[in-house]
């Protein structure tokens, strides 16, 4: 089969088209033909040179954390699937991925495409959306009624987050780094606060959007000294789920003298396909219904052909992206 | 009224007998005579200087954050109890203390004395007893059969948290950091796992002690460099319980990797006392109840009259207590 490869750390120079032997299926795996991927930050902290590297990797590397597709074979113990079958999933860190004509994946984690998305659309929510709903759900146990900040409200994972807030009844917080976000924030998603971080009175115009009580959760997707922000927003007892490998200063940044709660989040960790493949099967089921009652949707920004998967790499490196990056991987390998 | 009060932040010798003004009743408030207290690290920290201190300190400062005695007069809007109850509390770091013939504390927020304690025991229970139980019960929601690390599992909220889990049905292991708090541990506490940290393979017999799984749930009381090697012995998805102002590496300690969830707890903070006293006084009195039933009991390390309250300001310094060090009120004005 052909799939986009690389055989050394380094920018998005290093991916290239070339053959490799069809995935092997082991008993709870399906395999499932790709008809579209999207990238992630996932992907580019994967690819690059990295001294702080946690998971082993071996070349030829196949990276690609999204997928939509159908079914074309069925492992020993696969239940409740079938051949011809669409479905999504956000496939395993440790394994090889969706960048690629086929992936075998454990069927526990995957869910039905969603019959109102196209194959790319459906492939711009598993990563994005899983990371979202795992996040405010099952970590920070959100709340009606509750105050949430999300940082990079026009990020792939920022863009759905806002959307879930909502339809949870809680209230969306948004920052933006661009007028172009920003208005993306306003007009496409229908969010009424959303705040430029650029601006000089910002964590000043942060507190005052919850009426200076604080928020009650936090998605913070940046790090760095913006968890200080952060936290300097915060509410006490309230809850920030930390999907970034961040550091934090209990006495400086305030999280002590609230009693803050901090979750560090890492989607598509090892851990939850190894210990919970179940419960990311059932949550990207929920999302795919959300997405057909109509509340949910994942916003596309622009498309590639699967053979230009570098210049997709380079413009999320490039930043500004609203919503999505999608890859057409049906048609892609002809160019 | 006599108090030990300090007009100055420094070392144990500012502390002095003094006469104070009889504290004025808030609606809330019952008026106490105080029989019992004891000294907590929160005393330590609230009397030197610091850079970093969180709340604003008047002179003449009384501290004293634990006490057992008996109500002498009611506020207007206090009900459920009467003049001559014996009550115990914690009471809040932002109000004058304990370390007096009197004190003026809100009635939400104690707990009927156990008649099985001596006030001087009793005294020793409110804030390490609160400081556990919030710890492990209301932030952590630690259920059976789960293992818990406790460091300084000899100290004043060790002590008291390891005999909460035990009694919660889950596996306490604690650490120290001398043969007589190994000793205190095994041959006081009944407990079975006690490691030393000072031993060379520490870290190694830390996992070891979890057969390799990690540990669910964490008392994390010493901060700094301890924190890492706390991280590196939990399990995927576990929760530590940070009671000290530390700081916390997301990536080189292991929390992101394993999606640790870390709550800051600052016991005695203001926000408790604003927010919910009535939960302070709930979980008194459940740890009261404990006590009652035979299943909880502090420990009194040591006891001194009142007015050497210095002497046991430098006792708890110079480390190597094992349980709680307790004040006689009642009697100790006299010498």
Chains 1, 2 share one sequence.
């Not at 039905?112 to 790319?120: E, S």
């Not at 920052?175 to 969010?191: I, K, M, P, V, Y």
């Not at 910002?202 to 959007?209: K, M």
């Not at 991987?329 to 002809?334: M, Q, T, Y």
Request: hydrophobic share 45%; net charge negative; aromatic share 6%.
């Amino acid at each position: 089969m052909r799939a986009i490869a690389q055989f050394e750390f380094g920018s998005a120079d290093v991916l290239r088209v070339c053959d490799m032997p069809m995935p092997t299926l082991r008993p709870h795996d399906v395999l499932v033909r790709v008809a579209a991927t999207s990238v992630n930050p996932a992907d580019l902290r994967a690819r690059r040179p990295s001294s702080a590297r946690s998971i082993a990797r071996e070349f030829p590397l196949v990276l690609g954390y999204d997928f939509s597709g159908s079914i074309v074979e069925l492992g020993s113990k696969v239940a409740g699937w079938q051949v011809g079958d669409e479905v999504i999933g956000c496939p395993s860190l440790m394994r090889q991925g969706a960048n690629a004509e086929f992936i075998a994946v454990d069927h526990r984690v995957i869910a039905r495409k969603p019959k109102a998305l196209t194959h790319v659309e459906a492939a711009s929510l598993p990563l994005v959306g899983l990371t979202a709903w795992g996040a405010l759900v099952d970590r920070a146990n959100l709340r009606e009624d509750q105050t949430v900040l999300i940082h990079g409200g026009a990020g792939g994972v920022g863009h759905v987050a806002a959307q879930l807030v909502q339809l949870l009844n809680a209230r969306p917080v948004v920052t933006c780094g661009s007028s172009q976000s920003l208005a993306f924030c306003r007009d496409r998603l229908g969010l009424n606060t959303c705040l430029d971080y650029r601006a000089e009175d910002y964590a000043d115009r942060l507190l005052e959007s919850t009426q200076g009580r604080g928020f009650d959760v936090a998605l913070e997707t940046v790090g760095g000294d913006n968890m200080n922000v952060t936290m300097s927003a915060m509410a006490p007892l309230s809850q920030v789920v930390c999907i970034v490998p961040s550091a934090i200063d209990g006495l400086r940044s305030g999280a002590f003298m609230k009693s803050i709660t901090v979750h560090y989040n890492m989607m598509t960790a090892p851990l939850e396909y190894e210990r919970q493949p179940e419960k990311l099967g059932e949550n990207l089921a929920t999302l795919a219904y959300l997405v057909e009652q109509g509340q949910l949707r994942p916003v596309v920004d622009r498309v590639w052909p699967v053979s230009e998967m570098a210049v997709a790499h380079k413009a999320l490196e490039a930043g500004g992206v609203t919503g999505k990056l999608a890859i057409d991987v049906a048609d892609g390998w002809l160019n």
